[in-house]
């Protein structure tokens, strides 16, 4: 139904019964909306729709650490000691096999094997050889599923990005988060159900650009999109009140705000107007819960030295991370970091140790003390990029230095906590850490596994739009990961 379009066709009905009074839509929705936002009500703003979750969910909630540019597998993940014996030595056509590579790399002369110069030991009673560069994620491995065989279409970043957070490259569709927030609603009436951090990340960087596409609620209604908390400055923007208005002002405001708002609604149909209600009313609680939420001072002192110096810092990603386990903590359905900075297609030793060094600690930390507090058992981690790196160097190869251009045939992810099998390993690649081996996943196959431990059927969960059943795992066949599941 178009709103605008029914709006014209019974204009005139409309205004006989504007005209008189009796305005009964308003009259239902003005109470609901008392007793949804009645201070000490019970009833939640945003509940999870009828017949969801399908079936008893192993985690209720998600924090998904993004690590923007594509972190490189074979210098962290993928150990492969035999490529020692191939430095400097061309990969062979048949392993490449043709396949397509980017523009960056496509009119070299040559493609060098570049093994990774950083030593791989075994960690955890499962084994798990970890790079170097991962000190402290090498104390959790056995909390860890690792993931090594992820593939997408994508090759280069924008829509690789675009496909890992909404499952496809088409711009348009919602995130993994709106969706989960669309579908489960929130257990919190005082904060979004979906929040959103982009922390800073290493000056040296090579980094991408960042889309709301990839937070953003696409066809579902808006009230779905990610809620983005600033690093600095006011958290969010314009919840404080302006100087002289104080918060009697602001609720007499917002309450004849509501009454034209809902009016026009009667009028029109659109159902953005209610979102709009929704979002004045959730900005009004934010109002208070924000400060509490920034908040550090109660956090002990154990706490705070587990994920170091850098969580005292405002926009960092070790203070998002931690304001990540306190907003799930009150109630928030998703929480996503998104860091940036990982592209390294020369000098990637280097920014590669930047890069991690500026937010492992904190990964593991966030693991810690979720598990410290009994949260880690029914919130779900998840760690990784858009793509992997390639085997061969981009540009000059030397002992100490090389680069790696984009790979979306392979690469690594991990993920931990609600219902998730700790301390495996799933997938296999070949020997230059190009082409899938074993057990290929498919990033809607990795959507799919989410869905599955938050208690929803990605076969059975979408929304009509443009005359489809648009569903985040697409039209193709894919299934949850079996094997990761505890």
Not at 93 to 119: C, D, H, L
Not at 371 to 384: A, N, S
Request: proline residues 6%.
């Amino acid at each position: 139904m178009d709103p605008f379009l029914e709006y014209h066709r019974s204009q005139t009905r409309r205004q006989f019964f504007g005209q008189t009074g009796l305005r009964m839509g308003s009259v239902a929705l003005a109470g609901m909306l008392g007793e949804r936002f009645a201070s000490g009500g019970t009833s939640l703003v945003q509940p999870a729709l009828p017949g969801l979750p399908h079936f008893a969910p192993k985690a209720k909630r998600l924090i998904y650490l993004h690590m923007n540019g594509a972190p490189s597998q074979l210098d962290l993940w993928d150990h492969k000691p035999q490529l020692q014996q191939h430095y400097d030595k061309d990969l062979p056509e048949s392993v490449r096999n043709g396949q397509r590579i980017t523009t960056m790399t496509s009119g070299q002369a040559r493609f060098p094997v570049a093994p990774s110069m950083f030593k791989f030991t075994q960690h955890g009673q499962c084994g798990r050889f970890v790079s170097e560069l991962l000190p402290h994620t090498a104390k959790i491995v056995d909390e860890l599923a690792v993931i090594k065989s992820v593939h997408t279409s994508a090759i280069n970043h924008d829509p690789a990005c675009t496909f890992v957070m909404t499952g496809s490259e088409v711009p348009g569709k919602p995130s993994i988060g709106s969706w989960l927030s669309y579908g489960l609603g929130s257990e919190s009436n005082d904060l979004p159900s979906f929040v959103v951090f982009t922390p800073t990340f290493p000056a040296a960087s090579q980094a991408q650009a960042l889309f709301t596409r990839m937070w953003s609620s696409g066809f579902l209604p808006t009230k779905y999109t990610g809620v983005a908390l600033r690093g600095q400055g006011d958290p969010v923007l314009y919840v404080k009140n302006p100087p002289g208005v104080d918060g009697s002002d602001r609720r007499t405001m917002l309450d004849a705000l509501n009454r034209l708002n809902t009016i026009n609604h009667d009028r029109i149909g659109d159902p953005e107007i209610q979102t709009r209600i929704a979002q004045y009313e959730m900005a009004f609680r934010m109002q208070t819960s924000v400060p509490e939420l920034t908040d550090l001072s109660k956090e002990s002192k154990a706490t705070l030295e587990m994920y170091g110096d850098d969580v005292h810092r405002s926009g960092s990603f070790t203070h998002s991370a931690i304001m990540a386990r306190r907003l799930i903590e009150r109630g928030t359905r998703v929480v996503q970091i998104l860091h940036r900075g990982w592209d390294q297609h020369n000098n990637l030793p280097k920014l590669l140790k930047g890069q991690v060094d500026d937010s492992e600690r904190a990964c593991a930390a966030l693991i810690m003390d979720l598990k410290q507090r009994g949260l880690l058992q029914d919130t779900l981690v998840v760690w990784g990029g858009e793509f992997g790196r390639t085997v061969y160097s981009q540009g000059t190869l030397t002992k100490e230095n090389y680069g790696r251009d984009h790979h979306p045939r392979c690469f690594t992810m991990w993920m931990a906590g609600g219902g998730v099998k700790g301390g495996i390993e799933y997938g296999e690649t070949d020997d230059f850490s190009y082409n899938i081996a074993k057990d290929p996943v498919h990033i809607n196959d990795l959507n799919a596994t989410i869905l599955h431990l938050m208690g929803i059927d990605h076969r059975k969960f979408s929304f009509k739009f443009q005359g489809l059943d648009q569903r985040l795992t697409g039209v193709e066949e894919h299934s949850p990961v079996k094997a990761v599941l505890a």
